[in-house]
């Protein structure tokens, strides 16, 4: 099956921003084993929405709508629909009981444009929104599958992961249930990994494994088809399992999990606290656990060590070791690691030190990275990374394998 | 006029990246008054690329190509738009040079395929890439202008900015030169800006005032048309000196200035060395700084905050101002940029502490942020934000902030 996604808004036209709901939703596609062909972005204009429609129905099984599900007249992505489509509007009443009681528990007016948004196209699937207020929709024509979601990516994800997925691979598995589950590895390239379940990857035709690679990390979609539910989900456990012996010492995670969510959440499980001394990074790795709510529990803080004096005053390494093994070292990162965990009081220390670029430093070529651990009363550990790329891109990548050998530590505590 | 921008490239419809160079392109495109009615993204293969250019040269007259110019068989953009326009491949000379200069340097062996990013299409004007090797390529046929542009942010980027918006500001100005700057805001709403100069917009006509909103952040993109350069640029003057004289406080830098380059690169100028002490914002501040080369040279560093044990502890907040003001308070931010100054031996503490929720904290609620700043014996200041929206949301605003509170403070000395 194929698949195109519309995106419809004027603020995509104008750049304020980017079409990230399309890239979202192809990745998410793709590890369906639904083929994207378009993407498509129009403004709030009903006639080349209707355009876009008509030239999606003939060519694609299923049709994507983001946006223009709001209370505004300038929201016409439902109305086009309906129209084209010769389908009556009609209300949606557990959408608009929603809305009513929002506008009474935080006592405001409602205005008559709240109501539109619960309205709905008569004889599609509606799929409630949790997290805010327009429901999506699910229409299947004779030869298309039409699938109406709204714009906001945080209102977006949730219900095309919990609430489209299920009807997707329905469609897929033509009523047959379809399950499936993402697997997701780190510290191993797409071709490596490729390559050790090669055999697998080629004779698995129940689950099939779709692999995908993105911004240092590679994932693998086992998607599975049985009479019975319960029997699919052991033809990917069965699958699941011989895949992990041989690469599982990269997996870090399952379906949405990030690696930052997932080291959050390990941390605050394991009731450890962490505390970070950055270089390179210079407070990268803390600002990323600080994007996660609830996490002051866990994250102490730390410091941002740019230069060697601060190395030395700061946080306490030793000149001598400045002098003699530098500060893009083994000694120095754990030392970094050691001596953060003690000044906050924490149970976990990392760090890390290297080189940004675009220049050298001490000798060592830009890329060029020491992260240290140092966790409890543990031996401390060091790995040393040689990142290629540009400056930003060294700085995150650092940052994602300190977080990945925080996951692997605390998984083994 | 019109414009729209077809992206080529599988990666894209893969979920691997978002289409981050159609939101660039389309808001310089807004700034210079040229409208853009559709996206398209399709993937590498030359069948659907000629539909979509089919389509586009009935109904636009800028369609601007991304991606596709490299040196692998997948690319082929220059091929499929020679095809249908029908033109011949050439050598471009300069490119070719170049390339063959990059290999030699580098000290590997030019393959066949690096040839083929040399090629451009006949009777283009051609865009030598300075940050890359396939040029980029500009074609005007009687109804339409074709603009084909590397699909790598750092290479299209500043060919566009560069040597495509004279090409285009010349095309709007029909013969006559056009020449526009783009004047940066930060602090004021979209809305307010327009009031202010609501007469200004309304009765100007040469140079035009566009103004365009984006994550916190306004522009106003002056353009001015005449037949003699320097003339068009003091009409741009005049104009400017009208605005500034009213909102002139919120300008922070100008065309493709950003707050965090302005920062450093004010920094860099007065030899100034910050340190930054973050709670909310845990190391975002510093991270910000960090992603700008050479930035070694001024950034010290910081300590992140998270816990008020740390506030005293590690920054020497006194325990009797987190016991009696609170951390959320301006005796807190000013301690904490007095002392993180004197502590890595800056000119500058910058300090950020407030609720950023998702719950309330020692009663205020989540938004509420103070940034103190302090610098060389200068009376410390403290400025309160009262920011909505969710989390991460106030933590970037929070650095926005902070950011231009510095710029502002460094313009002044």
Redesign the interface.
Known sequence: MNAEIIAVGSE?????????N?????????EIGI?????????DNAD?LEEEITEAEKRSDIVILTGGLGPTKDDLTKETVAKYLGRKLVMDEPSLKAIEEFFIKAGREMSVNNRKQAIVIEGSTVFFNRHGMAPGMFIKTESTCFVLLPGPPREMKPMFLEDVTPVLLNELGAGQPVVSRVLRFFGIGEAELETRIEDLIDTQKNPTIAP????GEVTLRLSAKHAVEGEAWQLIEDTEQLILARVGQHLYGINEETLVNKAAELLQRESKTI??A?S????????E???I?GV?SV?????????N??KR??IGVPQSILDTEGAVSERCAIEMAERIKQ???ANIGISFTGV???NSLEGHPPGTVWIGLSIDDYPSTALMLSLRG???YA?IRAVKHGLFQLIRSLEKK
């Open positions: 995509l036209l104008l750049g304020q921003i980017a079409n990230t399309a890239q979202f939703l192809s990745g998410r596609l793709a083929d994207v062909y378009r993407h498509r972005v129009i403004g080349r995908l690679a993105s911004d505390a970070a950055e390179l990074t210079a407070g990268l790795f803390a600002s656990l600080g994007a709510a002051s994250l102490k803080g730390g410091v941002v060590c740019y230069t004096e601060s005053d700061v000044q906050f009081n940004a670029g675009p540009e400056r930003n700085r």
